[in-house]
């Protein structure tokens, strides 16, 4: 009996969405503090800063101490190798051309994308470019790609790479509260996984998320809308369906050249599993099926 409770309590298909959970719960209550915060506020950004490294780093470290483990045991917090500069550029092309893809098929589809824009004209005058980058680009990028692809997606990789990759980029997405632009965040997110796994190193995600936040800030969504009504949108659409083509075929064969080097010099000494003996396990896990009601429910709610 003590043994299945100790493999329960070890199993990251259990614990890992609860430490979602747990996180989107800090997160849900820190929107009070923000919202109670005067609109003349000086250090908003401060308060930005300060909440979103005490909601993802600070469950990190109680994850891993109720685990007893070392909290150098996450994967990924290494240098990549030199020789995954170009791949990582490459996916960087690969992202941007691919958000844009998603953000031009809403936007000819009449829907609508939201972005960080808005912050950068309320409050650029007063509080400074340099909070703005802070507290908007740089502390969420590094504290969401250390919680999801150092913590999430490592927890996950003993039941299979592919299985890692989705169930982190699930979570990012869903932390997001935001059900219309649940595809953008999926889509990041994936991207995010995949160069983590390849590279082994969460360096290059930090990296891309950084131009994701960057993107947000500055308007993508004002140069996607002015392309288009400049241009017409079937040569915008046109534009960018090659630009994604081409990046994804660059990736491809960058990939391809990591991989004939890992075949000579594997990385590691034993690979993870498959990941399709794994789905029923990761996807029908009760902590999973909580974690999207809750999901749903904070969501709905805001």
Known sequence: MGEEKSIWYKSPVITTPLLVIFVFILLALSRVILDNQPDNESNIFLVISIIQIFVLILPCVLYYLLKSRNLSSPLFISLPKPSHIIFTIFTMLLFISGTLLIKYIYYVGGGQTTSLSGYFDEYAGDTGIIGIILSLVVVPAVCEEIFFRGVVLSEYRSMGSVNAVIMSSLCFAMLHFSIENFPIYLFAGIIFGFVTVITRSIIP??????????????????????????????????????????????????????????????????????????????????????????????????
């Open 205 to 302: 995600s930090i990296l891309i998320h950084l131009v994701s936040n960057s993107l947000s800030v500055f308007g993508s969504d004002l140069f996607l809308r002015v392309t288009v009504e400049k241009s017409g949108a079937f040569f915008a659409g046109f534009v960018i369906v090659v630009i994604f083509g081409i990046s994804l075929l660059l990736v491809i064969s960058k990939l391809e050249q990591i991989y004939f080097s890992y075949a000579e010099k594997p990385p590691i000494t034993t690979l993870p599993p498959s990941s399709l003996s794994y789905v029923p396990k990761v996807f029908l896990s009760p902590s999973f099926i909580a974690l999207i009601a809750v999901f749903v429910i904070i969501a709905v709610s805001t």
